[in-house]
């Protein structure tokens, strides 16, 4: 009885893991006040692969560990293209992909955006002219901004979505 | 590989048996035996290999290798230590061993996408490569065909979309999964047939990401080259331009030099411990277990930085070139790595302990996924997957490269072949990493880290192990260009074993097990 008690009212403790970049932080902070302003608090991302190495999608996958932790930023990944503001596209597009991204894009909400992450993305890169690949992410889709990279880092990427959202408030 | 002729050419000739066929063996560049047949004596022979435990790693086409034959299919098969290839020439048709050696069915079918060839008696017609979409009778490897987008059909009817293998029965009902799915991955296609919640069978639709990667290095340098096996998975960048290297030096009869043999082996091994460490991550989020999963992202997020810190790329990529290094490292930058290694390896220690010692983790990974011993020559399955599952191939310690045959890893072996063996030998293999960067850069060679290499004629098989396993590359160079660069990475044989592993599973732990096999969507798509 004394042990469960003491277990009930000890002090939780979980293992402090030093992850802190003074550049993100203060990279997050800007994020976090472009979110607010721009998208009301959180900015939905679905990402979508249409025929990257996977080094993209890993760097952005990357966003998520403690070094960035980008939700506390306002990003939120969400797995429904429907419930997603951006778009971020990867890989070169191939003829496999083609009509399963644009189906993605389809059944996103207005207003969206789409962003190319990674050189294959943007223009195609190293797949440029493969019978198998239609070229970069705007053969499918309009691109409104393109993050290059082989691949692009995960404080690259952020950067970009920052410039994405200022440029959206520009616009609004 | 195999170093000493005799000892190699003996051990064909045991393989072979007795008869003719193991006088017309002929030694490749690489330790490799090459060995032309005629189509009487291709089933026999292969029936007869099949029977002595070989297991068929490769399988693939390629046009005028023969004088007056358009296509040649080359069996590459392997039995510890002994790597054959068995040349089969053809003009249009060959039979199918699928049923006699499973691991040939998706090759066959991709040889009958890319080059048009006809398998008698495949038990699987379908089209692999190339989807719905693309044009009937398009075969894009022919050299005739350039590389340019066909004519895409711009509708599909019903009737000529994929047809999955119906499963009928009372209860039976069916889950489509992707290609675009729910998470940040890459896109395939998973059909289930589920009862209740348990999967009854999964059939898998590939390919998604093919990019043509194959064709697109016809033509190119030898330079080229290795940027383009960088980019046939992002997280094996080093294990593939590395096994592309292997076969352009012996191709050209190169010697790399010591010190760049020593870099590249840090190198290929920090790899490693990045991929294990964000799929072991990356199992523990599948298990809500967020505080061991923080801890293994948190020191791969260190790992890509050193690597960034190394190379100037977080993926090692743009070092690895013919003939060594594209540069050296700095000597404090290498001092920088060997005081990484030694905390790292102090809070990997900890890490792993919490986890272990966490119910309900071990709850969930075991006894999950399992994928039985017997499925793995037929299937090839290789790599931690294979270890976990009583396999103790290891392309390091069969067929050694670089420095491998004195820096051999030691092999571990579990039995149980579920989620928690593959954790764990990923777990050692981390350690044993460590380990070895660690003796490296204790005694590192001088000297330079490039000598000059320029392939002109030749051809090579080389294999490597990468990550996720066994990776297997042949090249062709004809005129100091490629004339054909065929790979086939660990994730393309170790997919079919997530069709084994589900069975009689519950759907909720279909992305546990999927994370645990660590397969790479791109590497197999090509």
Not at chain 1, 94 to 110: G, L
Not at chain 1, 138 to 159: F, M, R, T, W, Y
Not at chain 2, 286 to 315: C, H, K, W, Y
Request: charged letters at 25%; proline letters at 6%; one cysteine or more.
């Amino acid at each position: 009885m004394v042990n469960v008690l003491s277990c009930l009212l000890k002090r939780k403790v979980t293992a402090d893991v030093p992850a802190r970049d003074e550049e993100i932080e203060a990279l997050g902070r800007e994020i976090r006040r472009e979110v607010d302003a721009v998208f009301g608090g959180s900015l939905a991302i679905r990402e979508l692969d249409t025929g990257s190495d996977n080094a993209a999608e890993i760097e952005i996958n990357n966003l998520t560990n403690p070094y960035y932790d980008v939700e506390r930023f306002g990003i939120t990944f969400v797995a429904s293209p429907r419930h997603a503001d951006v778009l971020l596209v990867t890989g070169a597009v191939t003829h496999n992909m083609a009509v399963a991204a644009k189906k993605t894009y389809d059944a996103m909400p207005s207003p969206k955006f789409v962003v190319a992450v990674g050189d294959d993305a943007c223009t195609g890169g190293i797949f440029a002219g493969s019978y198998a690949v239609l070229g970069g992410a705007e053969k499918i889709v309009p691109v409104d901004l393109k993050i290059p990279g082989n691949p692009p880092a995960p404080k690259e990427i952020l950067s970009g979505l920052l410039a994405l959202m200022r440029h959206a408030g520009r616009t609004r | 590989m195999v170093s000493d002729e005799g000892l190699g050419k003996r051990a064909v000739r045991e393989l072979l048996g007795p008869g003719g066929l193991s006088e017309q063996v002929t030694e490749g560049c690489n330790g490799e035996w090459y060995l032309r047949v005629s189509e009487p004596e291709f089933l026999p022979l292969v029936t007869s290999l099949a029977a002595r435990e070989c297991a068929l790693i490769g399988l693939f086409c390629t046009e005028h290798f023969s004088p007056g034959a358009p296509f040649s299919l080359l069996y590459v098969l392997e039995k510890k230590g002994v790597l054959l290839v068995v040349v089969l020439d053809t003009a249009q048709s060959a039979p199918s061993i699928a049923r006699l050696l499973p691991s040939a069915c998706w090759p066959e079918r991709e040889c009958r996408d890319g080059f048009g060839i006809a398998f008698e008696g495949s038990f699987d017609e379908r089209r692999l490569l190339l989807h719905e979409t693309y044009p009937d009778d398009y075969h894009p490897l022919k050299k005739c065909v350039g590389n340019v987008p066909p004519t895409m059909k711009s509708s599909v009817e019903p009737s000529a979309e994929y047809p999955f293998r119906g499963v009928q029965g009372d209860g039976v009902y069916q889950i489509p999964v992707g290609p675009v799915h729910a998470g940040i991955i890459e896109p395939g296609h998973f059909r289930f047939s589920v009862i209740g919640e348990k999967i009854f069978n999964l059939e898998l639709r590939m390919f998604y990401k093919h990019r043509g990667i194959e064709k697109l290095a016809e033509g190119r340098s030898q330079g080229d080259l290795v940027r383009i096996a960088e980019a046939v998975s992002g997280d094996e960048s080093v294990a593939n331009s590395v096994a592309c290297c292997i076969a352009v030096e012996k191709i050209a009869g190169t010697h790399v030099p010591e010190r760049a043999w020593a870099l590249r082996t840090i190198l290929m091994e920090e790899e490693r411990i990045g991929s294990h460490l964000g799929d072991q991550a990356g199992m523990l989020v599948d298990v809500a277990f967020p505080l061991g999963a923080s801890q293994f992202a948190v020191i791969r997020e260190e790992v890509f930085r050193m690597n960034a810190l190394l190379t100037g790329s977080r993926f090692l990529r743009g070092m690895i070139v013919p003939g060594g290094l594209s540069r050296d490292i700095r000597t404090e930058d290498l001092e920088a790595l060997r005081l990484f290694v030694r905390q790292v390896r102090k809070r990997y220690r900890t890490g792993l302990k919490i986890v272990l010692s966490t119910a309900s983790v071990i709850d969930r990974f075991s006894p999950t996924g399992v994928v039985r011993r017997s499925i793995l020559r037929p299937l090839n399955i290789t790599g931690p997957t294979a270890r976990a599952s009583g396999g103790n191939g290891d392309v390091r310690v069969d067929h050694p490269y670089g420095i491998y045959s004195r820096h051999s890893p030691s092999v571990r072996a579990l039995h149980d072949g579920d989620v928690l063996s593959r954790f764990t030998v990923r777990a050692s293999e981390i350690l044993d990493s460590l380990d070895l960067i660690e003796r490296l850069l204790e005694s590192l060679p001088e000297g330079p880290v490039r000598v000059a290499c320029e392939a002109k004629d030749g051809y090579a098989l080389s294999l490597v192990e990468s990550a996720r396993g066994q990776s297997l590359c042949w090249i062709w160079i004809q005129n100091g260009v490629v004339e054909r660069y065929k790979v086939r990475t660990a994730s393309y044989c170790n997919w079919l074993a997530i069709e084994h592993a589900v069975q009689g599973e519950i759907v909720p732990d279909f992305p546990l097990i999927n994370k645990s096999l660590n397969l790479s969507y791109a590497g197999t798509d090509m």
